[in-house]
């Protein structure tokens, strides 16, 4: 299994409060991404990385932020948690020098705003 | 754009028989095709991929999904499902360079 941790694995937390996801990896891999799952939506990608300060939106990147400033750590941020952020989201890395660059996935965080 | 179909919700099948899971995709060229398993609780677990070459692809678990570029499909297919086959599906394209797009998941139940 690739070595992807997150943390915490569950949060619960109120609405207007500001929450960090953190994602770490071991496999040294350049991209990262913040994908977050709903009953009906599938994944949904959030923010994603191609490198240390190399960040990018994805298509439901609105009251998330992002950073990464080591290889190893992506973080998203939720400024001000709101119920509609209530979600399991999941931190995925791939390599890019490889021949299909697929992704894998973390355990994923459970997160509820109250 | 990108995207992916999963027309099928929910499948229910009985223990030992086959599957057929259902993917759809949309992109003007030839695509990077993945499908992923997601057992309740857990993350997704990759179970095989597709670029180029044969266009029947084996993954693990006993999984296999065949390219028809004439259907823009990627069905995943199993000769006999067992119970810890029960879990969330989910096919999904890429460009070998982009993020990855899903679709929205088929959730199989097995019966005895």
């Known amino acids: 299994d690739a070595g992807i941790t997150q943390s915490p694995r569950h949060k619960v937390t109120e609405t207007g409060t500001p929450v960090t996801l953190r994602c770490h990896q071991t496999e040294n891999h350049r991209y990262m991404y913040w994908y977050r799952q709903d009953p009906g939506h599938g994944l949904r990608l959030i923010h994603y990385?191609?490198?240390?300060?190399?960040?990018d939106k994805g298509e439901v990147s609105d009251g998330y932020s992002v950073s990464r400033s080591k290889t190893e750590d992506f973080l998203l941020t939720l400024e001000s948690a709101t119920s509609s952020q209530t979600s399991v989201y999941f931190c995925?890395?791939?390599?890019?020098?490889?021949?299909?660059?697929?992704?894998?996935f973390g355990p994923g965080t459970r997160l509820t705003v109250l | 754009a990108q995207s992916v179909t999963q027309p099928d919700i929910h499948i229910t099948v009985s223990e030992g028989a086959s599957l057929e899971l259902r993917c759809n995709y949309s992109y003007g060229a030839t695509p990077y095709l993945f499908w992923y398993v997601q057992s309740p609780g857990q993350g997704l677990q990759l179970l095989l991929k597709y670029f180029s070459g044969d266009t029947l692809v084996q993954g693990i678990k006993g999984f296999e999904a065949e390219f028809k570029r004439s259907q823009s499909s990627f069905n995943l297919r199993k000769p006999s499902v067992h119970w810890s086959d029960a879990a969330e599906y989910f096919c999904a394209v890429g460009t070998g360079n982009t993020p990855l797009v899903f679709g929205k998941g088929t959730r199989l139940s097995v019966i005895a």
């Open positions: 990385s191609y490198g240390v300060k190399d960040t």
């Open positions: 995925a890395i791939s390599d890019p020098t490889s021949s299909y660059n697929e992704q894998f």
